[in-house]
């Protein structure tokens, strides 16, 4: 009867009527560790997730569809290994009796994707309510967001102070991280990474409203505020972690920024940006981020050249 149950509540989650209001991306590629929890229904390890621990403010996204989920106000302490939370946004997140008949799976309601487990009358807060969620099913942002559904962009210009500095004005964006990407050294500090040997370009990592600006926009402003043709530097910063790199998150992103590459050889430029699928970003020291506007400053390795 259960197995029943489940199945009618996941064929309501994806028969949802397409209102649309808004253009739709695709989903995000996932790597196999984030494939066996939110496909799979795995389980990571206790204490070994990013957000286990996290205190920022700010909006807890679905790692596959970037559904907001969760508020860092709901967020608390459950010292159980994962993150805790004692409520969602509304409508975010179903309920569905898990697989082995004794605790109840919670999954995103926007695609599916598993987050974890939730447990009720443990007294932990008010609520009574623990949501106990995988870090890899959850991508972070550091704004309040309303109920929807988000998407995220990442690029490497050079310095990401300048990347971050353009693209954070853009109507529809609502939060830039500047952070590490690309490279095979876990949680790199900023020395490493100006070391040029982890492998890390500097990047951002761009949040934005699909219903208020494309994926396309982006691209096209990213060329036109760093010179593309450049091998491992932008204006007096030299090595390999200021390389240009577009690391898309499917293959809707690959498609179109490999079009806008395309069409700056045929105008006759040498371009040197790389397009490499995303692996895993690591955020920036926190003095990083916001760095232009904290600072009453502006870049001085990037500006706007029209390109397109």
């Not at 890899?136 to 998407?151: D, N």
């Not at 050889?265 to 040197?272: C, E, L, P, S």
Request: hydrophobic share 30%.
């Amino acid at each position: 009867m259960k197995t029943i149950i489940y199945l009618i509540i996941l064929i309501f989650a994806v028969m949802k009527p397409d209102t649309g209001d808004q253009q739709k991306p695709s989903f995000r590629k996932l790597s196999k560790d984030e494939s066996y929890v939110i496909l799979e229904k795995g389980t990571e390890r206790p204490w070994t997730g990013k957000y286990t621990n996290h205190k920022e403010k700010g909006t807890y996204v679905c790692k596959q569809c970037g559904a907001a989920l969760y508020r860092s106000d709901d967020k608390f302490d459950s010292n159980c290994g994962w993150p805790s939370f004692d409520d969602e946004i509304p409508g975010t997140v179903l309920r569905v009796p898990d697989a082995d008949g004794q605790r109840t799976e919670i999954i995103c309601a926007n695609c599916n994707g598993h987050l974890g487990h939730v447990f009720m009358g443990e007294g932990f807060t008010s609520k009574n309510t623990r949501h106990c969620v995988n870090s890899v099913s959850l991508e972070f942002v550091p704004a309040v967001l309303e109920q929807g559904t988000y998407t995220t962009a990442i690029f490497a210009g050079g310095c990401f102070w300048g990347v971050e500095y353009f693209l954070q004005q853009e109507p529809g964006v609502l939060a830039v991280v500047s952070g590490y990407i690309g490279g095979h050294v876990k949680n790199p500090s900023y020395k490493e990474v100006c070391t040029g040997t982890t492998g890390h370009a500097e990047a951002v990592r761009v949040v934005y409203d699909p219903s208020k600006t494309t994926y396309e926009k982006l691209v096209k402003l990213f060329l036109e505020i760093h010179d593309p043709t450049h091998v491992d530097r932008q204006g007096p910063d030299i090595g390999p972690q200021y390389r240009s790199e577009i690391f898309y998150i499917n293959d809707d992103q690959k498609r179109m920024a490999a079009k806008y590459l395309d069409i700056l050889r045929d105008k006759g430029y040498k371009v040197a940006t790389r397009l490499t699928p995303a692996s895993e970003f690591y955020d920036a020291e926190d003095y990083h981020q916001d760095y232009y506007f904290v600072n009453n400053k502006t870049p001085y390795c990037h500006g706007y050249t029209k390109r397109f």
